[in-house]
Nanobody, 124 residues
Framework: HVQLVESGGGSEQAGGSLRLSCLIS?????????MAWFRQTPQKEREGVAG???????ICADSLRGRIAISADKANNLLFLQMDNLKPDDTGVYFC??????????????????WGQGTQVTVS
């Protein structure tokens, strides 16, 4: 039973930072699997934030470029998202996602097999 559990969300003032974590269990060795962060706001569909594969990271949302970093600790089944210089538009529910190796874009929401329940980020 694969589980993804996000943590690290919360309320933060504009200009502040948050570090989101995602603990993955029940999947086995992450190996060549690919992971990503998505976010959902009341105004938009769930959108890609950033993804990571063995080839490296990819930023999905141009509005976040330069302010976020995605990383993974595969040995400990962890995925991270560091967000700096937060803006009110960053408010939303952030989800981590996991899939086996795929040639689809890391930012393609429909390509992911496993999802966490989400963690709320509120920036004021």
């Amino acid at each position: 039973h694969v589980q993804l559990v996000e943590s690290g969300g919360g309320s933060e003032q504009a200009g502040g930072s948050l570090r989101l974590s995602c603990l993955i269990s029940g999947y086995g060795p992450l190996g060549t699997s690919q992971m990503a962060w998505f976010r959902q706001t009341p105004q938009k569909e769930r959108e890609g934030v950033a993804g990571i594969s063995v080839a490296g990271p990819r930023i999905c949302a141009d509005s976040l470029r330069g302010r976020i970093a995605i990383s993974a600790d595969k040995a400990n089944n962890l995925l991270f998202l560091q967000m700096d210089n937060l803006k009110p538009d960053d408010t939303g529910v952030y989800f981590c996602a996991l899939r086996p190796f795929s040639r689809e874009s890391l930012c393609e929401r429909e390509s992911y097999t496993y999802w966490g329940q989400g963690t709320q980020v509120t920036v004021s």
